[in-house]
């Protein structure tokens, strides 16, 4: 009976994993930019939803544009829907900040640095020998030696 115990831990532990693998995949995809194909900085609309990076953006219309014509266009990455505007200005303003993408970005941002950090500093403590432990008469963590 034990070893069923065991076994049913070990498949749910995979598949917390794997499902966080999933989510962490997921949310990459949502938030790479279809131009640089990173995580984007600086989440930017076109006036059809899709979101690039801000920097993406205006060096894919000053490299996709001919200079020679006084109109200017250009086709969504996605899409391919043409954009009209009139000046490189112009197009600068009709970009739109998508919040909630920029808020996302930010907050894996924060959470990779704080998880990078905790790693760190377990990897400092246990380089010396310690580990942290919270004292059950106290209630705070205190920095134990290993025996």
Request: charge should be neutral.
């Amino acid at each position: 009976m034990a070893s069923n115990y065991t076994n049913s831990d070990s498949t749910e532990n995979i598949t917390e994993t794997s499902s966080s693998t999933t989510k962490d995949d997921f949310l990459n995809e949502i938030l790479m930019c279809g131009i640089c194909l990173s995580r984007m900085s600086s989440p930017y609309c076109l006036p059809r939803a899709h979101s690039f990076c801000r920097s993406c953006l205006l060096d894919y219309v000053q490299n996709n544009n001919n200079t020679s014509t006084s109109i200017y266009f250009i086709l969504c990455p996605y899409c391919k829907y043409q954009f009209n505007f009139r000046s490189f200005e112009h197009f600068e303003s009709i970009l739109i900040i998508n919040p909630v993408l920029k808020q996302l970005c930010e907050a894996l941002d924060t959470s990779k640095i704080n998880s990078d950090q905790q790693q760190q500093q377990q990897q400092q403590s246990q380089s010396y020998g310690l580990y942290r432990a919270r004292c059950h008469t106290c209630c705070l963590l205190k920095m134990l030696k290993n025996m």
